[in-house]
């Protein structure tokens, strides 16, 4: 069954003004989803336009009636949660025992961002003048672009559209065009909650819708999350024009195993870390630094699990690892391992190869085998570039100390991971890693809704959605002096004596 989707634009369901594109299951590209308009600069105006009028009415809503609405829609999520996994999954490919996760991140921020309507506190401070007072507010912000990459087609922007209505904005959001559907199916459960029309509009596409929304003068903060490469791009031209940009970019995570570690933990642990989600999550386990002592026998144990990995369709009971998300990932991979063996001279000791080309299930999908490089040195490319695919490099160290050093020698920052029963080591890595998220005896993946999420170096630019900090990206401050001396008082004249 094959369907033409729409844009979402001031509560209705509308057609973009250009041509349309494709998506197709990545587990089986005979099985096409939908069509989708490919928009324009004009199906983006109409969008802003939708915006910026319901502004003027949403702005004023009490946060916390806001927040009935944002509670709703995760009821509503929770009620679909079945439903909605198996729509992402036949999107992007992973199984649905991780979309249902991705849901259930989006109906944790629901809730989250419902609470926090009660508390968008600004603060009070004494006034340096008697009968003075001193407040400051949190104040929306305006219509605000949403774009976001399509790996997690629920949690990620869930993550920016909830708190952003929380706070009172208006939004323009660009769904990824491998995974469309699902933005049209958070508008739906939106609309149900009650959002009033024009308060969040959809606009589909590729670069062109998602350019012209950082382009739109009307657009005054874009929420990001992709590839390094097109954050960067669209930061240089909104700063140009002077607007507010988070970006969530790409990242490059390892997870240390010590020799005091407890073994079987941190094989669970790094089998999740790379191989979920194909190793298509920005905090995907993508290097894993061993302690020279446990190398071998952890590497071998490891091929064991690996190699035992089901892959397959994510919609097939006991899949294990899905397909990549489309062909130009799986020629993106397959070109990474040709330079992780022929460039870099590492060792390919498990996969390195599309998956099941003459099977009859595999064959109709985007499959690559679960791949692991030895032999891997720091400066090698497959050590340092985002691969986004299920292939893990494995590199040798002697020391805690050599370990964080390697982990931090790479362009980006966003997760790591330490295993290790020694306390005063986990302190010093805690200290020392760089990166906007370490985890101790846990996988490089697991983020909460209610805590800080993002990165440092390529992998950000300083701010965090999550948690109680995404506010900052959605509001600005107001600050209020009232003065009830009845008589002139100025500051920091009529208040110092010479
Ligand atoms: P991408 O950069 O190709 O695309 C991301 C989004 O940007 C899409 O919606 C795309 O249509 C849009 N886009 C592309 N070119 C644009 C342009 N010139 N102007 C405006 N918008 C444009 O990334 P992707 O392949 O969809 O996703 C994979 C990347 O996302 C990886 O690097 C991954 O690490 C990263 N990611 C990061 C996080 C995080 O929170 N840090 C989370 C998920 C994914």
Known sequence: MSNTFKNYINGSWVDGSGDTFENRNPADTDDLIGTFPSSTAEDVARATEAAREAYRSWRLVPAPKRGDILRKAGDILARRKDELARAMTREMGKPVFETKGDVQEAIDTAYYSATETRRLFGYNAPSEMPDKMNLSFRMPIGVCGIITAWNFPMAVPS?????????????????????????????????????????????????EAGNAIVEHPDIKVIGFTGSTETGKAIAAKAGGMNKQVSLEMGGKNAQIVMPDADMDLALDGVLWGAFGTTGQRCTATSRLILHEDIHDDFVNRLIEKASALKLGPG?????????????????????YVRIGREVDGATC???????????????????????????????MRIAREEIFGPVLSV????????????LNDTPYGLSSSLYTKNVNDAFRA????????????VPTIGAEAHMPFGGVKGTGNGHREGGWTVFDIFTEWKTVYIDYSGSLQRAQIDNYDE
């Open 159 to 207: 993550w920016k559209i909830l708190p952003a209505l929380a706070c009172g904005n208006t939004l323009v959001y660009k769904p990824s065009e491998d995974a469309p559907h699902s933005g049209n199916l958070m508008a739906e459960v939106l609309e149900e909650a009650g959002l009033p029309k024009g308060v969040f509009n959809v606009v589909h596409g590729a670069a």
């Open 315 to 335: 919609l097939e009971e006991g899949t294990e690892m899905g397909p990549v998300i489309n062909e130009k990932a799986l020629d993106k991979v397959t070109e």
């Open 349 to 379: 000791i498990l996969g390195g190869d599309r998956a099941g080309e003459e099977d009859a299930t595999l064959g109709r999908g985007h499959f690559f085998l679960p791949t692991i490089f030895i032999d891997v040195n720091r400066n």
């Open 395 to 406: 590199l040798k160290i002697g020391s805690l100390t050599e370990a964080i050093e390697v």
């Open 430 to 441: 805690i200290r020392d890693i760089e990166a906007g998220i370490t985890y101790i005896n």
